[in-house]
């Protein structure tokens, strides 16, 4: 692994680590006025520190090219862009989850392990017409049989949660129309991760990324659909479960992050008096 992987990676774990955990290590430190400042500052430069970082390994990379080295060079600086764009932001996203709720981890990554076994079984039982020559083991009976399965389950797994049949009626909780949602692109689309990494192995000629899990390759190798899944459910946990009207927390986490310790006490007494005026008034 070369110097400027090493530096680049860094920073780009510390802008996308940073963003997804200011929040919680402000909330760690607010009872010490001396750390609170320190990470508040912290947050609050986060964006340019990563920037000009960033900017140092863009220049330090310029003044390390060699003469008839230029093509290998450029090619290794295009590669570790390209393993920090696939790779690692998409797998920041599966942290982002658990930080959403462990459900939020889970069940994705539970939908995309059911959607590669059923597709296995009925591929293997039943499998007779290919499905795309990237993967010419693939066909359309295990595709769209694991597709069934994926789906069945997202809504049985869900389940677990306060729902209940009466005789008469059905009763759907709001969870799972959402499990149906993610179960739906687990089946339909997040194979398509797969896909890619089939192309790209055949592509450079190699049948796995590694060989760390004996029969499966390595670790990429069983990742390539969890994370086309896990950016799938951030987002839509983001734009369909998180409230997007203002809310309390929503304010206090604007204070804490933007004002500083003796303006938040400013804005605390401010409070106060507005608070006992009213009462006052209504009296």
């Not at 459900?103 to 059911?114: C, D, G, K, T």
């Not at 597709?147 to 759907?172: G, K, Q, R």
């Not at 192995?201 to 390759?217: E, L, N, Q, V, W």
Request: proline share 3%; with cysteine; hydrophobic share 50%.
């Amino acid at each position: 692994m070369s110097v400027h992987f090493r530096h680049f990676f860094f920073t780009a774990m510390l802008f996308v680590y940073g963003r997804i955990l200011s929040q919680r290590l402000v909330n760690t430190v607010t009872t010490d006025k001396f750390l609170y400042k320190i990470v508040a500052n912290l947050i609050k430069y986060h964006m340019v520190t990563c920037y000009f970082l960033y900017i140092a390994g863009f220049v330090w990379f310029i003044l390390s090219l060699k003469k008839k080295m230029y093509k290998y060079q450029f090619g290794q600086y295009a590669w570790t862009h390209m393993i920090l764009i696939v790779v690692f932001t998409q797998s920041s996203f599966t942290v982002a989850n658990i930080f959403e709720g462990i459900f939020w981890f889970l069940l994705p990554a539970s939908l995309i392990v059911i959607n590669d076994i059923a597709a296995y079984i009925f591929g293997f039982f039943f499998g007779k017409t290919p499905l795309i020559k990237l993967s010419p083991k693939k066909t359309w009976e295990g595709f769209i049989g694991a597709s069934v399965t994926t789906i069945i389950s997202a809504f049985l797994v869900s389940i677990n949660l306060p729902i209940y049949f009466p005789w008469t009626e059905i009763h759907v909780l709001p969870v799972q129309w959402h499990a149906l949602a993610l179960g739906l692109f687990a089946s339909i689309i997040a194979p398509f991760g797969g896909f890619f990494a089939s192309g790209f192995k055949r592509a450079f000629k190699i049948k796995d990324f590694g060989d760390s899990i004996p029969g499966h390759g390595g670790m990429t190798d069983r990742m390539d659909c969890q994370m086309v899944m896990a950016v799938f459910a951030y987002i839509y946990h983001q734009s369909f479960i998180v409230a997007q009207s203002v809310s309390v927390g929503m304010i206090f986490d604007q204070i804490v992050m933007n004002l500083s310790y003796e303006e938040q006490r400013a804005l605390y007494t401010k409070l106060g008096q507005i608070i006992r005026d009213r009462q006052y008034g209504e009296s």
